[in-house]
């Protein structure tokens, strides 16, 4: 079935895409959401998905967001261009382009701590599906504690914390073995013969660094 996009006259809605796929347009949601349905169910589901993808179909992620439906990940990152956040970031991007119900945002959370704070309730007044927090900054412990709360109201209502690291502010988390990476370090210079070490240490109030020193 070939089917004619129509872009050009304007954005493509769900309700072209039940048109074009002569189902109802609760059959094509059910399809584009990725609705579990029965082996009939998903004949049908399949039939939509490629006619959607014909026609160009995009979901509106914003008029979800005002229906109150979560379909953002936040992901509030150092840097979100370093290695290791940029692949995690990017295996985050992976599964929401094969699913198709959610999209991925990254923003760096600054220096400063009032700054990091306010990114934080930023993040977290947009209702996003989750919220993925990866910092090694929030040394202050009122700011923490403060950044914490504001957490704990938006889990309240819905939402769900990824910590990736071990700040004290809830939710699930990520541990990163950074103490046992010192010791393979130091180990594995053993190995190799050497006897006069110098250790790049990094910022002292900084657990990740601390741990590994």
Known sequence: MSVMSSAADGPVT???????????????????????TGPRGQDAAAHVLR??????????????????????????ADDPSN??????????????????????????????QDAQL?????????????????????????????????????????GRVVVVGSLPIGGAAVSVSNFEAGVDIGRHMVTLGRSRYGILAGIADRTVFADRT
């Open 14 to 36: 769900i309700r072209d895409v039940a048109r074009a796929a002569g189902v109802g347009v609760s059959t094509a949601s059910r399809a584009l959401n990725g609705v579990p």
């Open 118 to 158: 306010a990114t934080i309730r930023l993040a977290a007044s947009l209702r996003p599906l989750a919220i993925v927090v990866s910092s090694t900054r929030l040394s202050d412990p009122a700011v923490t504690a403060r950044a914490g709360a504001v957490l704990d109201e938006y889990r309240a209502g819905g």
């Open 51 to 76: 006619v959607a993808a014909d026609l160009g179909y995009t979901p509106n992620h914003a008029a979800r967001a005002l229906r109150g439906r979560r379909t953002s990940v936040i992901v509030l």
């Open 83 to 112: 290695a290791t956040t940029g692949a995690a970031i990017e295996a985050m991007e992976r599964l929401a382009a094969a699913r198709g119900d959610f999209f991925v945002s990254a923003a760096a959370i600054g220096p400063a």
